[in-house]
């Protein structure tokens, strides 16, 4: 037996009784003839007393013999502490060790195992199990452990069916790349790994499963960013006859379940906000609304006075940055303008009014607008007297995006994004296409199988380009704190209506077969109307922990190259592997080329 | 909104109520002025009344139009039938319909959506999602949800940790067969998919994380017969500070709470038999104890009596089916004994010996044994008049595997293998390595990471060839009537015990440090004693049900060539896919040859 308690357990009531634990060595204190040492488990820290008196002299030179990160065992008694440490609940007693066993020695680790470590990110992935017992690591895994298990309970309370779809599925080449799996006992053929169970849950719905959700794996061949795995986790969702409105209600619901179970916060109802407003009050589709700041468009009030950069421009927004006139002197504006000039956004220039707290204005167009007209910009703002307008001016689309961005901006540097406070909302009524000027065809803004809305399925069915462009989905995300943790969508079950919207989105009625052909077959045997979402597991789990990188919630990610560089994966393989699988490699000529 | 209650729900105390309904059409009765139509969901069947007294004669009209599996929704008030059907929940009500819309229509099924199907495999795979649609698939899916649910709530309540481990992996060409991913970033090399989560469970115990479970697909590329398929889904686990004891017990538990939860029966504690005892009683490692007629040995009586069939055999050793010597005729025991001589089992021959109700005793070896060595053989068995003793003699391991599957045979025949029977048995000591003469060479009984017994360590760090072979492992089997449920062991996890292991397996150096470099070295720093079993969950779903298939807890399954015959694949890949690959498939001179 390695232990009769973990090395959180212990407490004053456990005084007096002989116990064995186990663990690693955190630290030692060394005084000659006594000895400490911390031993650390998962569940927490305690500390054992080597004693000349009651251990013996050899115990207590065995025991010295250990360093930082041994496995070690070790049996003694109980005993309360004559110096007791309230920071640990372990902290009002120790262990007298009568019998010491080293289980397994350490190299010297290199990095510290403590909760703020010297080891950088590179050093920390290769050597991920010791960055696993540190207590930020550690405490995210149980985390996601237990967020998980909380959505399994909910939703299979609420008559869901966790159903598990495959992994080795079909190549469809449209949509993010596909990761292939060649197939041995079916030469010259590929599988490929799921981006998501899409079809699959769709195909349960018209079996009948009506509440199907999984926990799943998704995996995506697309270069990566910060913050992008190859390999990704998603709570899936697919429900028969419902509405939307039923989806956001029960999805809401299990949001608030999560935070309440998870976090003990009671979340009011999620408020809703429709694409095209979104995209108006904060340039985003993905709105954070901790905060204010929303865009307020002079486009009327600034065209027309002479000032060409506006004249010329197809829009003229900006936000208003309370209490902030006085924070910014011109080098700190210039290095704003600067900030927002890097090719990530893009700006020409940025404009920028103060309304100092004395009641004067001063801004950047002082040449073109005098003080009455900046007065109705200011209006219009309902600014105040120490505030300051930061305004973008430009083509529609891509002024606001910058906007965006120079919000978002303002927001962390005026502390507004307070990651201890939770911000949900519904952003619905997405445009159901895309158009793509350089492509010359619409994209699906959510994904194919998305249906149009009830009122717009006549005008999908016959309408000209033009009306396609208007054409609005039932289609919805759910945003938390500017950050999109899932979307989903009703979907189409009719057979023509699909057939329209794939040759809408470019495919050949072969393609749309070959690929498809099976769904559409199977919407001509009792599809019912279905509707689905899903939320991004790791991001979820980061979001709900206040932290931007989901990376610590996975146990073993894989760096920007895609690489597991503990692992050292991917790697070559075998002549006979590619034999086995007809396949050759060009990759030596193509590395030279 | 498509329905105030799904079809299992209404009872008397609804009677009077409005409500609204959704589902499929599962029967249509046509009297002329009044017709009924049985509406089937998820949750049950519901019995639709359109009578033209309550219903207008167009809404008759309607609905007569609607065939098999229409999707409809209809509207009305509930009343009490007048002929009620105790068979079904919704037995005693039915629903006069006020409103009706067809939502979808669907064509003539393929086969009969009924419990008992007319529709071949081939056909219900293709159609998979009308196959689901039948209460037998369902439900076994609806079980396999719960079961999972079951088993986390059991195992995270007891402190485990549900760990996600990677799917993109790295290839190691021992053992099955890896699915393989080329890597795009990467040219000229690829990810593999797991077999197993082994080497990463094994690295989350040396990162502390020591409870650690997972329910999860793994992947082996093998050529597939009945009741096996390329991914399959384990309950992977791995323990640290724990001893074999510590892990049968903790299993055991989830088993047992398993079967309480699920199927309401409470089970005794599990008897335990080691691999030589299994052998030699049963001839498997995984034997059916729902049922005795074990083996007996008759090597020292039969041999040297001038009989030269068993003069040459290594032994000879039989069972005895109570009660069947009368019912087997002599044409009887020939058809049997040419069920063993076929290719899979393959006996040369086969000796009886009946012990007649009246006492007399009849043999097909009565030319070599008289009645006084029979009746010493008869006792051996402990055989009783009625009885019949089917003899099988050879080589040891070969004898004993074909009379393992005439025991099975017998008790199939018998009757004695009751599904609703559940005997556990824990198979445990089995051999660490096992010599192949055809290879010459060791391979691993369980995997390369298993431990020899504590007493074995030093054996095998310094013994000789032939001590290799009589090491035992930690390593269990459970196994629940005769099917192997899953296998564990404690594993090394010491880098010199785990060099010298690689090195009887026939690794190189080389090979052990490119393929398991990053394990080794992580055994150097703090590596803690640990150990863990996988549970085949796809098996405990069909095991706990009394069957035999799993494919029926699987929603989409793939056929014996790998393939998906719902959606086709695998399939082609574009050249643009092979490019970015840096792959040329060589498939089209394969097939030529």
Same mark, same amino acid.
């Given at each position: 037996? #390695? ?35 911390? +031993?650390?488990?998962? $569940? ?80 920390? &992935?290769?050597?991920? $199990? +010791? ?36 992994? /080795? ?21 590929? #599988? ?82 429709? %694409?095209?407003? @979104?995209?108006?009050? !904060? ?8 905060? =204010? ?34 924070? !910014?002197?011109? *080098? ?7 900030? &927002? ?13 103060? $309304? ?12 073109? %607008? ?8 200011? @209006? ?7 505030? &300051?307008?930061?305004? +973008?001016?430009?083509?529609?689309? *891509? ?25 949900? +909302? ?41 009306? &396609? ?6 289609? #919805?995300?759910?945003?938390?704190? =500017? ?41 001509? %045997? ?13 991001? /979820? ?36 592997? #590619?034999?086995?699988? $007809? ?11």
């Amino acid at each position: 037996m #390695y232990r009769t308690h973990n090395c959180g357990a212990l407490r004053m009531e456990h005084v007096g009784q002989e116990v064995t634990l186990s663990g690693w060595v955190q630290t030692v204190r060394d005084k000659g003839f006594m000895m400490w040492i911390d +031993l650390r488990d998962r $569940y927490g820290v305690t500390q054992l007393l080597f004693n000349e008196e009651v251990s013996s002299k050899e115990l207590l030179e065995a025991a010295r013999s250990v360093g930082r990160e041994f496995v070690i065992k070790i049996t003694g008694k109980v005993i309360e502490r004559s110096s007791k440490n309230d920071k640990i609940p372990t902290g009002n007693i120790e262990i007298e060790v009568s019998q010491f066993e080293i289980l397994n020695a350490s190299q010297t680790p290199p990095f510290t195992i403590e909760d703020e470590s010297d080891g950088g990110d590179d050093l920390r &992935m290769k050597y991920r $199990y +010791l960055d696993i017992r540190r207590n930020p690591v550690k405490e995210k895994l149980m985390f996601r452990s237990k967020l998980a298990l909380e959505t399994r309970k909910h939703l299979i309370g609420t008559d869901f069916v966790e159903i598990e779809t495959p992994f /080795l599925i079909k190549s469809t080449p449209e949509g993010a790349r596909d990761f292939v799996v060649p197939s041995r006992m079916n030469p010259g053929q590929f #599988y490929a790994l799921p981006q998501s169970p899409q079809t699959f849950k769709q195909i349960l719905m018209v079996g009948g499963m009506d509440k199907y959700f999984q926990i799943v794996k998704c995996f995506r061949d697309e270069d990566l960013r910060a913050d992008r795995q190859p390999e990704f986790t998603q709570i899936d969702c697919e429900m028969a006859f419902v509405t939307q409105e039923d989806i956001l209600n029960t999805f809401e619901g299990l949001t608030k379940h999560l935070f309440k179970t998870m976090l003990d916060m009671d979340m009011e109802d999620f408020p809703r906000m429709d %694409y095209d407003e @979104a995209m108006s009050r !904060y340039g985003s589709d993905k709105p954070d609304i901790r905060f =204010g700041m929303e865009f307020v468009e002079l486009t009327e009030e600034a065209k027309g006075k002479g000032f060409p950069v506006f004249d010329d421009a197809e829009m003229v927004v900006g936000i208003c940055a309370p209490g902030q006139a006085s924070e !910014y002197s011109n *080098k700190d504006i210039k290095k704003l303008t600067e900030w &927002m000039q890097r090719p990530q956004i893009g700006v020409k220039g940025m404009i920028n009014v103060k $309304y100092n707290a004395d009641g004067t204005i001063k801004s950047s167009v002082d040449k073109f %607008y005098d003080e009455a007209q900046l007065k109705t910009w200011l @209006a219009k703002f309902d600014a105040k007297p120490g505030d &300051m307008l930061l305004i +973008l001016c430009g083509e529609t689309d *891509k002024t606001r995006k910058q906007l965006n961005e120079l919000r978002l901006e303002m927001g962390n540097r005026m502390g507004l994004r307070d990651n201890s406070v939770f911000k949900p +909302l519904w952003v619905v009524d997405f445009p159901l296409l895309e158009w793509d000027e350089d492509s010359n065809r619409f994209h699906a803004m959510h994904h194919p199988f998305t249906s149009p809305k009830k009122a717009d399925v006549e005008r999908m069915l016959n309408g000209d380009h033009e009306t &396609m462009k208007a054409l609005r989905a039932d289609a #919805y995300d759910l945003v938390i704190n =500017g950050v999109e943790i899932g979307g989903g969508s009703i979907r189409i079950h009719d057979r023509a209506l699909q057939e329209k919207n794939f040759k809408l989105l470019g495919f050949t009625d072969e393609e749309a077969e070959d690929q498809f052909g099976f769904l559409m077959g199977a919407f001509e %045997y009792g599809a019912p109307p279905h509707g689905g979402i899903a939320f991004g597991f790791d991001r /979820l789990c980061s979001v709900m922990n206040g932290t931007h990188s989901i990376r610590d919630f996975i146990a073993f990610p894989k760096n920007n190259q895609g690489r597991d560089v503990m692992i050292d994966a991917p790697s070559k393989i075998h002549d006979e592997q #590619y034999d086995e699988l $007809y396949l050759k490699s060009t990759a030596a000529e193509k590395v030279v080329e």
